[in-house]
């Protein structure tokens, strides 16, 4: 079937704009979770979905960030006031959650976010 | 902020030698895995090797994990041009929640040279 999905692909906002980005995880995964990727960096943890419950949003950076899944399938991360540090790649991810033992995560293309 | 650190930042080798990257990590660990990033097909999933294992392989990959240690290798074998990406390890740390996000280090940027 179809892998993680995203959209836009690519945003470009002005400072100060709201953004949303979509992820669409593949169907059935119970599980979601959102990345930061800085140029020549690593991916950083950012938030995480059980269903629609948040479990753990420890790495939002600022209470500009916000996420959700309500309906416990598509998930959107909103960026309110956008600053230019928050220029990035975002990557949405998705997993098989089985209850004790740790799955692989499928990740989507990413939104290239560009802050102007 | 990132756990582990790849060494080295960047790898450049002949197709068809051994490519060989290592990682290290700070905290105690459930698994480490390995994904590659490239332009093409975004991150992906390589290997999955649990803290009670030492080694493990899939097809041209190896991986090993020394926890004493806190540092895991990635061999690649016969190296092609399609190799030609970004490797990261990455950490999970199994907290009884059912999932966690992984930790990734900054990558190892690998070229094969045809």
């Known amino acids: 079937g179809a892998g993680v999905s995203q959209s836009p692909r690519y945003k470009v906002a002005k400072r100060g704009q709201d953004v949303a980005l979509r992820c669409d995880p593949i169907?059935?995964?119970?599980?979601l979770f959102w990345y930061q990727q800085a140029l020549g960096q690593g991916p950083e943890f950012l938030t995480y979905f059980q269903n629609e419950a948040q479990l753990d949003k420890s790495g939002l950076p600022s209470d500009r960030f916000f996420a959700e899944r309500p309906e416990g399938s598509v998930s959107t991360l909103k960026i309110q006031r956008t600053q230019q540090e928050d220029s990035a790649v975002y990557l949405c991810?998705?997993?098989?959650?089985?209850?004790?033992?740790?799955?692989?995560?499928?990740f989507g293309p990413g939104t290239r976010l560009t802050v102007l | 902020s990132q756990q582990g650190e790849e060494d080295p930042q960047a790898l450049s080798i002949q197709e068809g030698e051994n490519a060989t990257m290592n990682c290290s990590y700070k905290t105690s660990i459930n698994n480490l895995q390995w994904y590659r990033q490239n332009s093409g097909r975004g991150l992906v999933h390589l290997i999955l090797?649990?803290?009670?294992?030492r080694e493990k392989h899939s097809g041209r990959l190896r991986v090993t994990l020394d926890t004493s240690k806190k540092s895991s290798s990635l061999l690649i074998t016969a190296s092609r041009a399609a190799d030609t990406a970004s490797y990261f390890c990455?950490?999970?740390?199994?907290?009884?929640?059912?999932?966690?996000?992984?930790?990734f280090g900054k990558g190892t940027h690998l070229i094969i040279q045809p």
């Open positions: 991810a998705s997993s098989f959650f089985s209850g004790v033992i740790y799955n692989e995560q499928f």
């Open positions: 169907s059935g995964h119970v599980s």
């Open positions: 090797i649990r803290s009670n294992e």
């Open positions: 990455a950490t999970a740390k199994y907290s009884g929640g059912g999932a966690d996000g992984l930790t």
